[in-house]
């Protein structure tokens, strides 16, 4: 599972990672078997025949009836052992996140606190999504980096990228929004709430997961803060499209990721992106069943964003998956035409 999930984000297809983790596994197993059987089972039988030699002609059949279950509770034993080990291992793995989902903490010397509310109203946006939407853009030098108002661990700050509540130690594509609508509207405030978390399946964020935990004490700080969400934005989808994850199942789940804002009281509108394009990865089901399906999602005030998948040039990404620069820019300027429009009419909460 480790080498088959290491090479799809290394970029190999699925197919391809799968057989190259086969043929590990075939290679593992012949090196085993002449490294550790085959001399185990030479040892075994050589003890069998010293322990019968000890006993004589009459412990012959004594021994060797006492052998093979002797053996076999041994070998009951370590696979037990090995099975606890496992499941000791994948329990600490949960609880210890992956070094891409280190997500960034405050920190005093960069994130200078401010009141979240100084009189003058501010549209609170809550970003939320896996690579894309966190800091995994072309870094930008410090001096070029602008400060932004940002909510994360309960407080609000004034923050450059790379922002707290994301993963990357690189810019994000929200800091060219901030300076793009500020420039058409020197007047507007915003204050920003991150939580994106690179390579992450949006099943992960509706749970069980230390994401999903994260996303709900996220919710849970903003509603204690007595901050009202205007805007969500969802810039996900890359891991899905790899992992074929189907397209009834992801519209499922983003009605789920709905369910789960309203229970926590963020009753915004939900602007989701066409974001699925990474290494040429997936087979676009994903986008075209939110075309399909937008009108009946709107029910759901979940609205279409930006087709950010539209910028795929290398002058886009760095990597063939990750913003550069230039493509931060122009995915900012298109999640600018969404996000300073007029939002919709608010509509009832439905029932689920």
Known sequence: WWVIVSLQQAGLSPALSIAIAIALAVGAGFVMHHAVEAPAMAALRAWRRRRQAARGPQGDDAAARGADPAWIAGCALAIVALSGGATLAHALRDRTPLPHETIRSLDPARHAPIACEDGAPATVILVLGQSNAASHAAPIPPAGAPSMRVFAEGRCVLAPDPLPGTTGGGSSLWSAVQEDWSAADPQVRLLWAPLAVGATAIARWIGPDPVHERLVAHLQSLR????????????????????????????????????LLDAHGV?????????????SAGTGAIGRALERHAASLAADRILPGPDTDALRDATDRRDACHFTDAGRRRAARLWLEVLAAPPPAPQAVRSR
Not at 249 to 254: F, G, P, Q, S, W
Not at 267 to 279: E, G, H
Request: charged letters at 30%; aromatic letters at 8%.
């Open 224 to 259: 204690a803060a007595g901050l009202r969400v205007d805007r969500v934005v969802w810039q996900q989808g890359e891991s899905d499209a790899r992992d074929g994850t189907d397209a009834g199942d992801y519209l499922r789940a983003l009605r789920a990721l709905r369910a």
């Open 267 to 279: 009753s915004a509108p939900m602007f989701v992106a066409r974001s699925t394009f990474c290494r």
